[in-house]
């Protein structure tokens, strides 16, 4: 039975796809009957779908089978809006995730918010403990000193 279908090419991380007609045992790289089209998703202009549609017409009419990514490139081909309508979606996507984007910043700016008026009670509390700290510092300082001069009045007598 024979296949339309794609086989594919180009480097690494660049695909680029031939348009083929293929015995359905044949390997997907392998030897084609008819190489009638290729397929680059990379490009955005009217080169990216180029078949040749009569030969695609004969050999269907021949009996052979056409996989269903064919199928949708012969739908986007035929389509002479294709182009357009690709980009309004494509525009659209790209709103919709500057927007969710912007909320999240939002959404971590209001916290952030929060946590600073929070952390500044904190801060003053810790001020108002550190006075009290200064002032049982300065009190053992004065402990040792009246310690010291008992020791030395023992130690004279």
Known sequence: MVRVRLSRGGGKKRPYYHIVVVDQK???????????????????????????????????????????????????????????????????????????KLKDKEAEAAPAEETTAEAAPAEETTAEAAPAEETTAEAAPAEETTAEAETSEKNKT
């Open 26 to 100: 044949a390997k997907r790289d392998g030897k084609c009957i008819e190489r009638i089209g290729s397929y680059d998703p990379s490009l955005e202009s009217e080169k990216r779908i180029s078949l040749k549609h009569d030969r695609l017409e004969h050999w269907v009419n021949l009996g052979a089978q056409m996989s269903d990514r064919v199928r949708l490139l012969q739908k986007y081909s035929l389509d002479p809006n294709n182009l357009e309508k690709r980009q309004k979606i494509k525009s659209a996507l790209l709103d919709k995730i500057k927007h969710k």
